[in-house]
């Protein structure tokens, strides 16, 4: 539950006076932002924040369950899902809770500790139970956490920090027809003579004509005595198989590529 918590901040506000009565306007006001029955906003923990000074703010801590599904699957809305959601509908949780919603203060993933170019989401943890806190209708007793942050590593990446590349290479991927070459995220087949496919599993002497074989245009055609060859367009084009061998760019020309946010690994060449 808590790995999928939030903490909202809300101004100028007691846990006194947050605890009755306006903490079932405030649940209710969470459960119309994210279209779920008020009884699934599980809130643990109301808090003074005490690094703002003589500000009166206060942290309240909740997860939300989702709602039944026929199938296992994950129970509570993930903290990315929560955060986006109760921050882009401030307005209508403010109008429906009267109490002002904070921006989220995370300063803990400010640092860009993960590695790789990957998204840093600060989390809760438990650290300790609190005395209870009474108002004139409602004891409760928080449980104190304490902010963590949690990486979330791109295909291909492990570790706290998503700091260790795994060798996707080492299953031996591409069988005995080719040579694996590990990449980030991945990994590509570097095939032996007269074998293509993606693993390097189609012979040209052996094998039949299959979709995507022949490349760039190319047309296959069955061998009567087994195996198939393509048959290449007009080009710059490279048999068997009809793939790009060179390519040649005008005075002043450039290139452009997608995004590349998650970019571990990036190598060009030009000759």
Known sequence: MLSNSITLRLADMSQERFLSPLLSRFLEGVAAVL???????????IQADTDV?????????????????????????????????????????ASISAQRVL???????????CENYMR?????????????????????????PVTGLRCRCPPGFT??????????????PCGGHGRCRSREGGFTCECHEDFTGERCELSARGGRCT??????????????LGGFRCQCPPGHFEKPFCTMSTRSFPPRSFLTFRGLR??????????
């Not at 008020?38 to 809130?43: C, I, Q, T």
């Not at 840093?120 to 928080?142: G, K």
């Not at 570790?159 to 031996?172: A, K, M, P």
Request: include cysteine; charged fraction near 15%.
């Open 211 to 224: 979709l995507g074989v022949c490349r760039n245009g190319g047309t296959c055609l069955n061998l009567l």
């Open 35 to 45: 279209a779920t029955p008020r009884h699934r906003v599980v809130l643990f923990n």
């Open 262 to 271: 998650q970019r571990f690994h990036f190598t060009l060449a030009l000759t």
């Open 53 to 93: 000074g003589s500000a009166r703010i206060l942290n309240v801590s909740l997860s939300v369950l989702l709602p039944p599904a026929p199938a296992p699957a994950a129970r509570f809305f993930s903290s990315e899902e929560l955060q986006e959601r109760l921050y882009l509908n401030r307005s209508l949780l």
């Open 159 to 172: 570790g706290d920090y998503c700091e260790t590349e795994i060798d996707l290479c080492y299953s031996s």
């Open 120 to 144: 840093c989401v600060s989390v809760l943890q438990f650290d300790s139970s609190a005395p209870f806190l009474a108002s004139d209708t409602i004891l409760f007793r928080p449980i104190h």
């Open 103 to 113: 921006p989220f203060d995370d300063n803990i993933c400010l640092r860009e500790p």
